[in-house]
T-cell receptor, first 116, second 119 residues
Framework: DQQVKQNSPSLSVQEGRISILNCDYT??????FLWYKKYPAEGPTFLIS?????DKNEDGRFTVFLNKSAKHLSLHIVPSQPGDSAVYFC???????????????FGQGTILTVHP | GAVVSQHPSWVICKSGTSVKIECRSL??????MFWYRQFPKQSLMLMAT?????????EQGVEKDKFLINHASLTLSTLTVTSAHPEDSSFYIC???????????????FGPGTRLTVL
């Protein structure tokens, strides 16, 4: 049962253009969402997060949009740079019992390639 | 800040032996540490949640007797793969979460991972 899905295994973008990575989830209890960047043989690096009380969060070139009714979030990278080439994972968490238990459920990842 | 290390970064062992992987939070106290494994071209799958001073909570389908987790201090958790077999070969990643402050959510910080190959 894949509760977090990234349906695009890969994305190729020209340098300077926008990269849009998509993520869908099924568990309505999820209320906190994160994006991670990962290089081969390394651990994920946190990029940006968003709480379910918001629909947008921006940090420099990275913006995450959350559409709760559609159970969909996306990561926008503008402008894209060759150094952004990596695997991007979205992850979701549900608070349990009023405290931030924080167990993460990951999507399958999307390989982003930014061409010079 | 928020650096998590893992040791070793890679290990090759013979079938039937046990392997211990360490996960350390270097500059913060981690009340909770998580252990994941990742197969090639697949997602990170949570294996277990480790809380300092208590028993780990294992995800469904993960054998607790095979994957022994110890979280003896606020900066160290260990994963021991007992009687390893070739199917245990994988990339194991730990993450650590800071001590909760006022109920606010704290992101997990990931270690660099450990590549285990069982011959």
């Amino acid at each position: 049962d894949q509760q977090v899905k990234q349906n695009s295994p890969s994305l190729s973008v020209q340098e300077g253009r926008i990269s849009i990575l998509n993520c869908d989830y099924t568990n309505s209890m999820f209320d906190y969402f994160l994006w991670y960047k990962k290089y081969p043989a390394e651990g994920p690096t946190f990029l940006i997060s968003i709480s379910s009380i918001k629909d947008k969060n921006e940090d420099g070139r990275f913006t995450v949009f959350l559409n709760k009714s559609a159970k969909h979030l996306s990561l926008h990278i503008v402008p894209s740079q060759p150094g952004d080439s990596a695997v991007y994972f979205c992850a979701a968490s549900a608070r349990a019992g009023g405290t931030s238990y924080g167990k993460l459920t990951f999507g399958q990842g999307t390989i982003l390639t930014v061409h010079p | 800040g928020a650096v998590v290390s893992q040791h070793p970064s890679w290990v090759i062992c013979k079938s039937g032996t046990s392997v211990k992987i360490e996960c350390r939070s270097l500059d913060f106290q981690a009340t909770t540490m998580f252990w994941y494994r990742q197969f090639p071209k697949q997602s990170l799958m949570l294996m277990a949640t480790s809380n300092e001073g208590s028993k780990a909570t294992y995800e469904q389908g993960v054998e607790k007797d095979k994957f022994l987790i110890n979280h003896a201090s606020l900066t160290l958790s260990t994963l021991t793969v007992t009687s390893a077999h070739p199917e245990d070969s994988s990339f194991y990643i730990c993450s650590a979460r800071e001590r909760l402050r006022g109920g606010a959510y704290n992101e997990q910080f990931f270690g660099p991972g450990t590549r285990l190959t069982v011959l």
